[in-house]
């Protein structure tokens, strides 16, 4: 038996038990065999092998472990507690200790996960000693194992027997589940919440647990000696897992149920047909490798603080105070935003506001609470999702003046000082004529990947929202007065509304002699320009680009486009140019900068307002949108990546009224890529 990790075409940890020839999903493993070695041929790393796989004999759930390490047996003899011939598992992210308890079903290995320890440390390793002694072994190595994240910790039987879940057998439709000790009373079916689920088998890194669906509890039945609990339900589907959770489940003594979940992993049922499916499923693959990153505009990367309206905020390196873990202890660095400050001038911390209007679209959060801590996230500025460190708090929606708090279907929370992914797919209220005609909605919140609501309707803002009206668009607001708070990754993946009509090419990028109809400064500029495939890229030394597209001199326009850009690459766009003087253009120049040295960042509007977060990752495509329109205040420039509006600036001065739009290409080294050019001239 051996432990892998989550990883390209691995959507969570598996627990193998190998066998001689088998294929257990990785492709690159299939270099090594004869059929490929005959032929020469490597394994993609983006196409499912045609090859039969083994299934994992067990599937470790992510929220309990991310980075498992070794596996040992239970071979004590009883030294070690009650759990002989069961499996403990180190486990580094999280830094538990699990417990795995497998059976044979129709000759192969398949069983239960429980939880036996927890934050011990960054347990990399597991071994018993002659004495019945587990020790576990720590190391980080960087990958943010849980502290402390080095040395040994030593895990002995007290003698006293615990209630503990001890192993699960499997039945055609249910469970039969072992005690250590006797039960008071059969929990009801009302106290056992049963869901399956399954994973998504492609190269991306890891997967989601999809299809999850609730399973009803039919009945339940106790042993006459209380030790052994039957659940039926109505029905099990195999080549899934299932999750069982007990809620106030005591000991015949009153003593409460240690660890109260199991995830079995059901490979086959003991009867029916066997099945030739498998618990990660081959599903159509992501986008391709590097563009992970398409779509999501980053609000904390580079200048952490630029995107957001704040007070007493900072980038600093923060753990976990020991000396008083109700706080953070910070230094100089960049690991996260935090709001206890850094020193004794700090600003009385406020909540943390985004600048920018959003609306629907995939909401991601990384946070870090510590003891006792709690604090709100307003998608909107007004639906709350509430994050504490206390059980079953964190993920809670808050209440509104028509609705309840809503629990979190699952506690995924590991505890105050770890870091937690939140993820919300979010729609907006919709509006006509005035009126609302739909609600706001969560399609989806998951908190590390565990899904913890699904399609929640809000009818309105939560009481504690700090704005109370309802609107399309709203900034994302992270409540920063409760308690210290740490923050890091703050991204946004908006929805893109259609364009509408009229607009035209601004180079015909059908047609690979388009560029005959376009101006270059200097003239020995047309060298660095190419289109190809739909695609134009500019590169070289520098160059502009004069489009053949003119409007009249102060004409009022619309740009679209798609663009990507090289690491260290810097280029740009001018409306209402022409060409100064010196031979420069002079006119509204639009700053496309993902990552060289110029402080002026994608969005900017140079000379007239600067945007200084890094939101476009390099080489990722993105969508910008720019307008430049007449108005009684001055000439209006607003540009928008991904349909978010980043600059809405007014030039009073009315500085340029030029014809021409030019593309630039900055320097040697770097490059950019047009696609989907279009222009349009409209009025305001």
Same mark, same amino acid.
């Given at each position: 038996?051996?432990?892998? %990790?989550?990883?390209?075409?691995?959507?969570?940890?598996?627990?193998?038990?190998?066998?001689?020839?088998?294929? #257990?999903?990785?492709?690159?493993?299939?270099?090594?065999?004869?059929? #490929?070695?005959?032929?020469?041929?490597?394994?993609?790393? &983006?196409?499912?092998?045609?090859?039969?796989?083994?299934?994992?004999?067990?599937?470790?759930?992510?929220?309990?472990?991310?980075?498992?390490?070794?596996?040992?047996?239970?071979?004590?003899?009883?030294?070690?507690?009650?759990?002989?011939?069961?499996?403990?598992? +180190?486990?580094?992210? %999280?830094?538990?200790?699990?417990?795995?308890?497998?059976?044979?079903?129709?000759?192969?290995?398949?069983?239960?996960?429980?939880?036996?320890?927890?934050?011990?440390?960054?347990?990399?390793?597991?071994?018993?000693?002659?004495?019945?002694?587990?020790?576990?072994?720590?190391?980080?190595?960087?990958?943010?194992?849980?502290?402390?994240?080095?040395?040994?910790?030593?895990?002995?039987?007290?003698?006293? &027997?615990?209630?503990?879940?001890?192993?699960?057998?499997?039945?055609?439709?249910?469970?039969?589940?072992?005690?250590?000790?006797?039960?008071?009373?059969?929990?009801?079916?009302?106290?056992?919440?049963?869901?399956?689920?399954?994973?998504?088998?492609?190269?991306?890194?890891?997967?989601?647990?999809?299809?999850?669906?609730?399973?009803?509890?039919?009945?339940?039945?106790?042993?006459?000696?209380?030790?052994?609990?039957?659940?039926?339900?109505?029905?099990?589907?195999?080549? &899934?897992?299932?999750?069982?959770?007990?809620?106030?489940?005591?000991?015949?003594?009153?003593?409460?149920?240690?660890?109260?979940?199991?995830?079995?992993?059901?490979?086959?049922?003991?009867?029916?047909?066997?099945?030739?499916?498998?618990?990660?499923?081959?599903?159509?693959?992501?986008?391709?490798?590097?563009?992970?990153?398409?779509?999501?505009?980053?609000?904390?990367?580079?200048?952490?603080?630029?995107?957001?309206?704040?007070?007493?905020?900072?980038?600093?390196?923060?753990?976990?105070?020991?000396?008083?873990?109700?706080?953070?202890?910070?230094?100089?660095?960049?690991?996260?935003?935090? %709001?206890?400050?850094?020193?004794?001038?700090?600003?009385?911390?406020?909540?943390?506001?985004?600048?920018?209007?959003?609306?629907?679209?995939?909401?991601?959060?990384?946070?870090?609470?510590?003891?006792?801590?709690?604090?709100?996230?307003?998608?909107?500025?007004?639906?709350?999702?509430?994050?504490?460190?206390?059980?079953?708090?964190?993920?809670?929606?808050?209440?509104?003046?028509?609705?309840?708090?809503?629990?979190?279907?699952?506690?995924?929370?590991?505890?105050?000082?770890?870091?937690?992914?939140?993820?919300?797919?979010?729609? +907006?209220?919709?509006?006509?004529?005035?009126?609302?005609?739909?609600?706001?909605?969560?399609?989806?919140?998951?908190?590390?990947?565990?899904? $913890?609501?699904?399609?929640?309707?809000?009818?309105?803002?939560?009481?504690?929202?700090?704005?109370?009206?309802?609107?399309?668009?709203?900034?994302?607001?992270?409540?920063?007065?409760?308690?210290?708070?740490?923050?890091?990754?703050?991204?946004?993946?908006?929805? $893109?509304?259609?364009?509408?009509?009229?607009?035209?090419?601004?180079?015909?990028?059908?047609?690979?002699?388009?560029?005959?109809?376009?101006?270059?400064?200097?003239?020995?500029?047309?060298?660095?320009?190419?289109?190809?495939?739909?695609?134009?890229?500019?590169?070289?030394?520098?160059?502009?680009?004069?489009?053949?597209?003119?409007?009249?001199?102060?004409?009022?326009?619309?740009?679209? +486009?798609?663009?990507?850009?090289?690491?260290?690459?810097?280029?740009?766009?001018?409306?209402?140019?022409?060409?100064?003087?010196?031979?420069?253009?002079?006119?509204?120049? $639009?700053?496309? %900068?993902?990552?060289?040295?110029?402080?002026?960042?994608?969005?900017?509007?140079?000379?007239?307002?600067?945007?200084?977060?890094?939101?476009?990752?390099?080489?990722?495509?993105?969508?910008?949108?720019?307008?430049?329109?007449?108005?009684?205040?001055?000439?209006?420039?607003?540009?928008?990546?991904?349909?978010?509006?980043?600059?809405?600036? $007014?030039?009073?001065?009315?500085?340029?009224?030029?014809?021409?739009?030019?593309?630039?290409?900055?320097?040697?080294?770097?490059?950019?890529?047009?696609?989907?050019?279009?222009?349009?001239?409209?009025?305001?």
């Amino acid at each position: 038996f051996i432990t892998d %990790n989550q990883g390209d075409w691995m959507p969570a940890g598996p627990l193998f038990h190998i066998q001689a020839g088998n294929f #257990y999903g990785h492709p690159a493993s299939l270099a090594w065999t004869d059929e #490929y070695r005959r032929a020469g041929r490597q394994p993609s790393t &983006m196409e499912p092998p045609e090859r039969e796989r083994a299934p994992a004999a067990l599937w470790f759930p992510y929220k309990w472990s991310r980075s498992a390490g070794n596996l040992v047996a239970d071979t004590t003899g009883g030294a070690f507690g009650p759990f002989e011939d069961q499996l403990f598992v +180190a486990e580094l992210t %999280n830094g538990h200790v699990l417990r795995v308890a497998l059976e044979q079903v129709r000759g192969e290995y398949q069983g239960a996960v429980f939880l036996f320890r927890q934050r011990i440390g960054s347990a990399a390793r597991v071994h018993f000693t002659s004495d019945g002694t587990l020790f576990a072994g720590f190391t980080n190595r960087g990958w943010g194992g849980l502290p402390p994240s080095h040395g040994l910790a030593r895990l002995r039987y007290t003698g006293a &027997m615990p209630f503990e879940m001890q192993r699960v057998h499997l039945l055609q439709d249910g469970f039969e589940v072992s005690f250590t000790t006797p039960l008071a009373v059969a929990p009801t079916p009302a106290q056992i919440t049963l869901t399956q689920y399954d994973y998504d088998y492609w190269w991306e890194y890891g997967s989601p647990e999809r299809r999850t669906r609730a399973i009803e509890v039919t009945s339940t039945s106790l042993s006459d000696d209380g030790l052994v609990l039957t659940l039926r339900t109505a029905g099990l589907t195999p080549a &899934m897992v299932a999750r069982c959770v007990f809620s106030d489940v005591v000991s015949e003594d009153g003593t409460p149920l240690l660890h109260d979940e199991f995830n079995y992993t059901i490979n086959q049922l003991p009867e029916g047909p066997p099945t030739t499916a498998h618990v990660a499923k081959q599903a159509a693959p992501p986008p391709p490798k590097g563009a992970e990153n398409e779509g999501w505009l980053r609000l904390s990367y580079g200048d952490a603080l630029d995107a957001w309206e704040s007070t007493g905020w900072d980038l600093v390196d923060a753990e976990i105070d020991p000396d008083d873990r109700s706080t953070f202890r910070v230094q100089q660095g960049n690991n996260a935003l935090v %709001n206890v400050g850094s020193g004794p001038a700090s600003s009385p911390a406020s909540d943390y506001v985004c600048r920018y209007p959003l609306g629907d679209g995939v909401y991601h959060v990384e946070f870090m609470l510590p003891e006792d801590g709690r604090t709100t996230v307003w998608i909107q500025g007004r639906y709350g999702i509430e994050l504490a460190d206390a059980p079953g708090r964190t993920g809670t929606l808050s209440a509104g003046p028509s609705r309840a708090a809503s629990a979190p279907a699952l506690d995924v929370y590991h505890g105050a000082g770890q870091w937690h992914a939140l993820d919300v797919v979010f729609e +907006a209220p919709r509006f006509r004529e005035g009126r609302k005609v739909s609600d706001a909605r969560f399609v989806l919140v998951s908190l590390d990947e565990i899904t $913890i609501h699904a399609d929640v309707a809000l009818s309105g803002p939560s009481s504690n929202a700090p704005l109370q009206d309802e609107s399309p668009l709203g900034p994302l607001v992270i409540g920063g007065t409760s308690s210290p708070l740490a923050l890091r990754t703050l991204q946004v993946k908006p929805v $893109i509304a259609e364009d509408g009509p009229d607009f035209v090419p601004l180079i015909d990028l059908t047609d690979d002699d388009a560029l005959e109809a376009c101006a270059f400064w200097p003239e020995d500029g047309e060298d660095g320009w190419e289109i190809d495939a739909g695609t134009l890229t500019g590169e070289g030394p520098r160059s502009l680009l004069v489009t053949p597209f003119a409007a009249a001199a102060g004409a009022d326009i619309e740009l679209r +486009a798609r663009c990507r850009l090289d690491e260290g690459a810097d280029a740009g766009l001018f409306l209402r140019a022409s060409r100064g003087p010196t031979g420069e253009p002079e006119g509204y120049q $639009i700053q496309l %900068n993902c990552s060289f040295p110029d402080p002026d960042k994608t969005g900017s509007v140079k000379g007239l307002s600067s945007v200084k977060v890094q939101l476009v990752s390099p080489g990722t495509w993105f969508d910008l949108a720019v307008t430049c329109r007449d108005s009684e205040a001055g000439t209006h420039i607003r540009v928008a990546l991904g349909g978010v509006v980043v600059t809405d600036v $007014i030039d009073p001065s009315r500085r340029f009224a030029g014809t021409d739009v030019v593309l630039e290409q900055h320097h040697e080294g770097g490059g950019v890529e047009f696609r989907d050019l279009r222009v349009r001239t409209s009025a305001e």
